[in-house]
């Protein structure tokens, strides 16, 4: 089944930014379960069956959304490490855009962790694509003697919770929005480890 029925239109494509803009503002702000297919369509000032010309109900919006969201993510980070000069350099330019994607977009991160309750398959799916493309990366720096012979799969998953958490404490709890000074302190911790 279809996600989303894509528009062929200027007009069309601007209708499906106002849906997604608004669900991604109310999943973050209400929660899925709290948001009805009325207010996504209320706050993006659009009739309600404007909604399903281009989705079947809300679970395929919210699905659409962190697929849509999650893939600009991993296209910003590999833009953005394009020019890094070895593996260590990436993982900094890959935290530091990550932050900064997520206070742009601080609702993708609140339904990604919604995602657990909503469709636990697309919770596991979005982080295992993270890990993937990880693991590629780490096995290469591994095998250029730029990384310590860790697990690449476990070694994916401590990093990313690195970042997910250091996103937490940072734009959802204190809600910062400059995080050179964050950055430089975790790349410290991947650097050097936390143990004398």
């Known amino acids: 089944m ?5 528009p062929k239109t200027k007009r069309g494509m601007e209708t499906l930014d106002k849906i997604c803009m608004a669900a991604e503002e109310l999943f973050s702000e209400k929660g899925y379960y709290d948001t009805g297919i009325t207010d996504i369509v209320t706050r993006a000032g659009i009739a309600q069956g404007t909604f399903y010309i281009y989705f079947n109900d809300k679970k395929s919006v919210f699905v659409y959304l962190i697929r849509k969201l999650g893939s600009e993510l991993k296209e910003s980070i590999r833009a953005n490490i394009r020019v890094s000069k070895d593996r260590y350099d990436e993982e900094y330019m890959g935290i530091k855009t990550f ?3 997520v206070g742009e977009h601080i609702g993708l991160f609140k339904i990604v962790w919604q ?3 909503v469709d636990p398959e697309l919770f596991k799916e979005y982080y295992e694509s993270f890990s993937k493309g990880y693991v590629k990366n780490i096995k290469k720096a591994q095998t250029k003697g730029e990384m310590n012979d860790i697990d690449p799969v476990i070694l ?3 990093l990313i919770g690195i970042a997910n958490f250091t996103a937490l404490k940072f734009i959802e709890f204190d809600n910062k929005n400059n995080y050179e000074e964050v950055v430089e302190e975790v790349m410290k911790f991947i650097k050097n480890g936390a143990f004398v």
């Not at 279809?2 to 894509?6: F, K, R, T, Y």
Request: aromatic residues 22%; contains cysteine.
């Open 2 to 6: 279809e996600l989303v029925n894509e």
């Open 99 to 101: 932050l900064n994607f």
């Open 115 to 117: 995602a657990q309750f």
């Open 156 to 158: 994916s998953y401590c």
